[in-house]
């Protein structure tokens, strides 16, 4: 059974930074595509950013882009984001994301997810 574990969210000022880590047991983590995304309540997903199989390939959201670094760490299966220069819209509760193929397509369907980390942004 894959598991998906997110975790370093917390509170910070504007302009500061978090690393959030997905742990991911159960499945062979080379092998398939991972994005984060995130909530707020009374709202739906919004991607943030995602990358391939091999850790390559990322990309990002217009609202992240040139601030946030999504990569892999193979030794430990663990998809890392880290977030720099955050604003008080980046507020929301972050998961990660698992795709059934290796390939970033954010068109298809994610099949596993986790419960996530809640980042808040606020002076």
């Known amino acids: 059974e894959v598991q998906l574990q997110a975790s370093g969210g917390g509170s910070v000022q504007p302009g500061g930074s978090l690393r959030l880590s997905c742990v991911v047991s159960?499945?062979?983590?080379?092998?398939?595509?991972f994005s984060w995304y995130r909530q707020v309540p009374g709202k739906g997903p919004e991607w943030v950013s995602g990358?391939?199989?091999?850790?390559?390939?990322?990309r990002y959201s217009d609202a992240v882009k040139g601030r946030f670094t999504i990569s892999k760490d193979f030794a430990k299966s663990t998809v890392i984001l880290q977030m720099t220069a955050l604003k008080p819209e980046d507020t929301a509760r972050y998961f990660c994301?698992?795709?059934?193929?290796?390939?970033?397509?954010?068109?298809?369907?994610?099949?596993?997810w986790g419960q996530g980390t809640q980042v808040t942004v606020s002076s």
């Open positions: 994301v698992k795709y059934p193929v290796r390939i970033l397509d954010v068109k298809i369907h994610y099949d596993a």
């Open positions: 159960g499945i062979t983590f080379g092998r398939y595509a």
């Open positions: 990358l391939n199989d091999d850790g390559s390939g990322p």
